[in-house]
């Protein structure tokens, strides 16, 4: 259930069999109030560095908020590098209900996306959703995470380039590159050894497929991100000369 709580306004225009006024614009407006909802439903974590541990928070929300308790809080259960913890607080006329998200060390490199569910002692909300997400970042950046070879005409040489760069002072070596396509190639070219790195992505020459899609398995000497994967895309656009001199051709 949302917070999109506040006043909501529609126009709409109705015919009518009148003659004088055959198109009548109408105004409805109206009051929109959430009972209850977490705040915010989507939790951003951000983009961090591995070994950082982010703390976010979630609230209760809406008319019957004050009134309701917080009773269980729990993860999709895909990832353990999360920890929940619930804040019921009763400070004089303060309500301090809330959910405390941490993200916990050994957290692995990449995109984080994770479901929390709340269980409250509403009667009728018993149950909210948020969803979580966030990256984290290690000592190699990778731009872009996936790459789109478009929609090229057969036989033109489309060439993408993923770059890698070492963060901060740190240094890496790209041992080697392979893509799981046979009809995609993928090509090493040093910008500056152990800090910079160009990967280009093209179709080999010849090629007979006219779908690509696949990953581009890049093999470095850090710990923590020895194997870097890029899926790529594309295909190739449809040839309608054949239909045309067929005489298929669209009027």
Not at 118 to 130: A, C, E, M, R
Not at 223 to 235: A, C, L, N, P
Request: hydrophobic share 35%; glycine share 8%; charged share 30%.
């Amino acid at each position: 259930m949302g917070s999109s709580a506040g006043k909501r306004s529609k126009a709409i225009t109705v015919k009518t069999n009148d003659p004088a006024n055959k198109l009548v614009k109408l105004s409805v407006a109206a009051v929109v109030k959430v009972i209850l909802s977490a705040s915010p439903n989507r939790l951003y974590l951000g983009s961090f560095m591995k070994g950082e541990s982010p703390t976010k928070y979630i609230a209760l929300d809406g008319e019957d908020s004050v009134s309701t308790n917080i009773t269980k809080a729990e993860t999709s259960g895909k990832n353990d590098f999360l920890k929940v913890d619930i804040v019921n607080e009763e400070q004089g006329d303060n309500q301090n209900k809330k959910i405390i998200v941490k993200v916990l060390p050994g957290v692995k490199i990449g995109k984080i996306r994770e479901k929390i569910t709340i269980h409250t002692d509403h009667k009728k909300i018993n149950k909210l959703i948020v969803y979580v997400y966030g990256e984290v970042k290690g000592d190699i950046s990778v731009k872009p995470t996936s790459v789109s070879l478009g929609v090229f005409n057969k036989n033109k040489r489309t060439v993408k380039k993923i770059k890698l760069d070492a963060v901060g002072n740190t240094s890496f070596k790209v041992l080697n590159v392979v893509s799981t396509d046979p009809e995609i190639k993928a090509e090493l070219e040093t910008v500056k050894e152990g800090t910079s790195y160009y990967i280009k992505v093209s179709p080999v020459e010849g090629y007979t497929q006219n779908l690509f899609k696949g990953d581009i398995l890049i093999k470095t000497d850090n710990k923590d991100q020895g194997e870097i994967k890029v899926k790529f895309f594309g295909r190739v656009k449809k040839d309608h000369s054949k239909n045309r001199k067929l005489g298929f051709d669209k009027k």
